[in-house]
């Protein structure tokens, strides 16, 4: 099994470029997130899916979107890139019931200049 | 959410154990205690979780306080590679959309 693919590893922006991080997952888990890491911290949530056609806001959504139309890929979008997104970024999947763990991805770090 | 607290840093020596503590004095009943860790320039990747009893898997051990207040990880023989970032996450079962809140977690320092 791959996992959790995320796609691509590395990716520099001009401020006020759109870009789609691409994640999939191929063990047929029910809930997908999108998390950032910036220098230092920890984890924090941007959006999160508990099935195909379902997403919800996380702790920080603003100026992101998501859609979940099959059970295995879930794209994050940037619609217009600031300085303040630059970021590691994380998805993960897992199954549906809470003591099931997540499977993270690598990360794509993402600069905007 | 209940909350967890950990040290910001701990250090070891390779091939002795190490405990990294966590305190959730505000768990439910049905929360679980999950264990993650972060490797340099990695994703994090699950280590253990449990409820009430104490676990053991290839990785750790989760050692789990009766009154259920506070848990420690326990990593038997730590290596250098065990250097990272733990985090100790809590989960309630019966919350199916519930997301996992990762902290600052614990920063293991491993000498050689």
């Known amino acids: 099994n791959a996992g959790v693919t995320q796609t691509p590893k590395f990716q520099v922006l001009k401020t006020g470029q759109s870009m789609t991080l691409q994640c999939a997952q191929d063990m047929n888990h029910e809930y997908m997130s999108w998390y950032r890491q910036d220098p230092g911290m920890g984890l924090r949530l941007i959006h999160y899916s508990v099935g195909a056609g379902i997403t919800d806001q996380g702790e920080v959504p603003n100026g992101y979107n998501v859609s979940r139309s099959t059970t295995e890929d879930f794209p994050l979008r940037l619609l217009s890139a600031a300085p303040s997104q630059t970021s590691v970024y994380f998805c993960a999947s897992r199954r549906g019931r809470a003591n099931y763990g997540y499977t993270f991805g690598s990360g794509t770090r993402l600069t905007v200049v | 959410d209940a909350k967890t607290t950990q040290p910001n840093s701990m250090e070891s020596n390779e091939e002795e154990p190490v405990h990294l503590p966590c305190n959730h004095s505000t768990i439910s009943g049905t929360d679980y205690i999950h264990w993650y860790r972060q490797l340099p320039s990695q994703g994090p990747e699950y280590v253990i979780h449990g409820l009430t009893s104490n676990v053991n898997n290839r990785m750790a051990s989760l050692a789990i306080a009766e009154d259920r207040k506070s848990s420690t990880l326990i990593l038997h023989r730590a290596t250098l590679r065990d250097a990272a970032v733990y985090y100790c996450?809590?989960?309630?079962?019966?919350?199916?959309?519930?997301?996992?809140?990762f902290g600052p977690g614990t920063r293991l320092s491993v000498l050689p």
């Open positions: 996450i809590l989960r309630d079962v019966y919350n199916y959309g519930q997301n996992f809140v």
